[in-house]
């Protein structure tokens, strides 16, 4: 079974934030509107927060784009008193949004504040006339969150089935990854050992966020500074 | 069998041989029937002031109902919360509630257990107290739900892992054994208004069960509300904190939080306090709510006070000095940021005024505990709220950071709560006596003999003295 996981390297990430729009419309992912953002409602699966560092004249400003880190050990689905969110065989944390109950208690246990919750019924421009079929929309009152594309990966598993072949790499990456101008985030199976992804992931350079917590997240970062360090391209 | 009957009755079967109650019986007959007019009066009469205070009340609630359709329709997107304060009052009023109600009938219990004589008065406002607080605790987190249509899956979906999966149970197995405490030591009481008040028959003779305060039944209830009132503690410990404590959020990832929580007790005492104050004047009960029982409730509230004040200080103290960044962001946050009004009106209305007001003779009086209980209640409220806010305002990952200003939807809605809450107290105050009937007569039959013999039990060589009872008396008066 895949275990499947992401590799972002910082030094590529020029905070573009391609990869925010593409999850948007890839996942139906509603619009708050610039009022319900400033207070701290809007959905973002991923999200690409500047920090500036520093002051005059030696300022910086740093990426590090923030999605669901798909846990091996996710504190969120212990604490779901329905079983709405969980871990699947192939370490994908999922949330089945007909049994979410809205309790948050999820969100709250989130030590990265990835998840979700829908605070209002979702609203989308009236320009955006085209949603992704393969994504359910989410209705208003339950938790949503990063899928890494779920969808791709049973489109790409259908695909491979009637090509009467093992799924190949490159066959499932999520829509983040796909859309990537500078080729800064990598998508694979971490358990395969032949996989870009499992050699990132074991570089000197990879480091996940809040690794401390025992969370064991499936999303790995290659820090700055270090952009040539014979990596095959 | 008339109720006369029966307590003569029970003053035989409770006294047991060899003491003096029958003669003191005859002597406090006539009282007797006084004291259940006392305590049936406010069942029998309502005064203007009921229905004045009542429909103030209605008023609010109503207005708390209307802010919660207006949320139900809108969703939660009306209330003040946001990423990453995903909780805010209505988890803040859950714990509150549930708060006062973990602790109302553990009182009761725990004075009934230790035979504390005083607690007669007492018992039935607190175990009342509970088990209305629990339904308004648990409808707390029926508000602060997303979906509330969904409910119900927790029965078909539930995931034993999770804390609010253990609350609740403990708060469903609470509130089956508070009700069935309640009640229990309700049957005499209301057979008592069956026989006295025929217009409302249809309702007290089911409820009463057939009691008539024969030698066995008496007996049955004895041990029942014994047993009951030792199956009640377990059940009152304070699990809600988990809920807090088992996630790692900074300052709710930690040992001290669950039993932290125990100011649930000082809450719940504070709230007893105010209701009691209030019992007494509105129906008159100067008599049964004496100032000895808030003196002594009022003790009870300094002790929990200091004990509260030692938790805070070791649980704040072990994070400031621990040093880690993540708790120290809260830890500062609450002390000295945005927060430090609250947590510094906390530390003043839970230690500062009760420490003065009831540590200080003067003002130990029944005004002056009920003063010192109201600024428990709004501080255990506040401290809840310091609890809940600043963890959640301040995550790991600081570029998450949030404010939370409630909106006019969630301060109504816990404005209507607390309405409502006082509302069914006042209604059940006039369905059932808010003053346990029995419990007074039997403390008044078999109370002084039975604390007499406890007594002598505790004197060295009264073993000696008893055999010659021909001396008893003497030895008494030397």
Known sequence: MPRWGMVIDLDKCDGCQACVVACRVENNVPVAGPEETARGRAISWIEVPSMIEGEYPNVRTRFIPRLCMHCDNPPCTAVCPTGSTYKDDEGLVAQIYPSCIGCRYCTNACPYTVK???????????????????????????????????????????????EERELREGDYVPACVQSCPTKAMYFGDLDDPESTVSRLA???????????????????????????????E | MTEGKSSHQRGAVLSGPGLRTETSHSRYAAHFEDAELDLIQPILT???????????????????????????????????????????LYVVNFVFFIGISHAGTLISAILRLCQAEWRRAI?????????????????SVVLDLGRPDRVLLIFRDGNIRSPLLWDMISITAYLTISSIYLYLA??????????????RRWLYRPLALGWTGSEQQQRYLKVTIGVMSVLVIPAALPIDSWVFAMIIQPMWHSTILGPYFAGAIFSAIAALLIVMGVIRRAYHLEDYLKPIHFTNLGLLLVGMSLIWFYFTFAAHLTVYYG????????????????????????????????????????????????????AVT?????ERLTIVVPSLANPRLPYAAGVYHPSWVEWSMTAGFLAMFILVYMLCSKLFPIVSI????????????????????????????????ARDDRALQN
């Not at chain 2, 609010?60 to 304060?85: D, E, H, K, M, S």
């Not at chain 2, 049957?187 to 217009?199: C, G, K, S, T």
């Not at chain 2, 000295?336 to 007001?357: D, E, K, R």
């Open chain 2, 123 to 139: 018992t039935r406002s607190a175990e009342m107290m509970t088990v209305i607080a629990l339904f308004f605790g648990i409808g």
């Open chain 2, 46 to 88: 309502t005064g203007r002031g009921f229905y004045r205070t009542a429909s103030v009340l209605g008023v609010v609630a109503a207005w708390g109902l209307f802010a919660w359709l207006y949320q139900l329709w809108y969703g939660l997107g009306t209330t003040g919360l946001n990423r990453p304060i995903y909780w805010g």
């Open chain 2, 378 to 382: 709004v501080g255990m409220w506040l």
């Open chain 1, 116 to 162: 979700y919750f829908n605070w209002t019924t979702p609203e989308w421009p009236d320009q955006m006339d085209h949603f992704n079929p393969d994504v359910a929309v989410r209705p208003v009152g339950v938790v949503e969150k990063c899928t890494f594309c779920h969808h791709r990966l049973q489109k790409a598993k259908e695909q491979a089935k009637i």
């Open chain 2, 323 to 374: 040093g880690a960044a993540k708790e120290q962001t809260v830890f500062f946050s609450k002390l000295f940021g945005s927060y430090a009004p609250l947590f510094w009106a906390t530390m003043a209305t839970n230690v500062v005024i009760p420490l003065l007001i009831i540590s200080n003779r003067r003002t130990r009086t029944v005004t002056g505990t009920i003063v010192a209980a109201g």
């Open chain 1, 202 to 232: 074991k570089s000197t350079r990879s480091f996940r966020l809040l690794e401390e917590l025992g969370t064991k997240p499936k999303v790995y970062y290659l820090t700055e500074g270090e952009r040539y360090d014979g990596r095959k």
């Open chain 2, 186 to 199: 309700l049957i005499p009481d209301i057979a008592i208004l069956r026989d006295r008040i025929p217009r």
């Open chain 2, 438 to 469: 029995w419990e007074i007569r039997e403390g008044r039959e078999t109370a002084l003999a039975e604390a007499r013999e406890r007594i002598e039990g505790y004197l060295p060589g009264w073993e000696v003295l008893r055999a010659r009872p």
